[in-house]
């Protein structure tokens, strides 16, 4: 079998992989992070802007950096960064479970922690005005509690 055979199997495989995604665990997330990078995979492009792709950016950038690849964790890292620089409310309605995950991947997503820690020095009460904020898990509340460049009064 020559190479371009192997390479137009392998490339149908994936285009019906990619097709089927969709008839399988339709209502799961994982799903619909699998037919994402998938179509990633098989196309080298991502509409970020579409409604599915982006209820799971954080998903998305988890399954991007398990499976190595870079320069879409890159591109979701700055992605985020400008949905929160243009006023979005993608930040207040997942900023918490964006600090879970950054908290949870240390030193894994620096753009991310570096916007985390901006936005908890300067805006505090956008996270912790939160619903999702009292589902912290003991370790990451304390390493909110302890920053010294809150911008929030203390209470004594």
Known sequence: MSCQTLSDTLLRDI???????DDYNKPNVSGIIFRIIL???YTGTIALDATNVENNFIELLIAADEMNLYELVEHLQQHIIDLNHSNNDWIKQNGIKLFITIFRHKGVFSKLEELCNKIMSQEPKLLIGSNEFWGLDDDALLSIIQRDNLNMKEIY
């Open 15 to 21: 285009s019906n992989l990619y097709d089927k995604a």
């Open 39 to 41: 179509k990633y995979i």
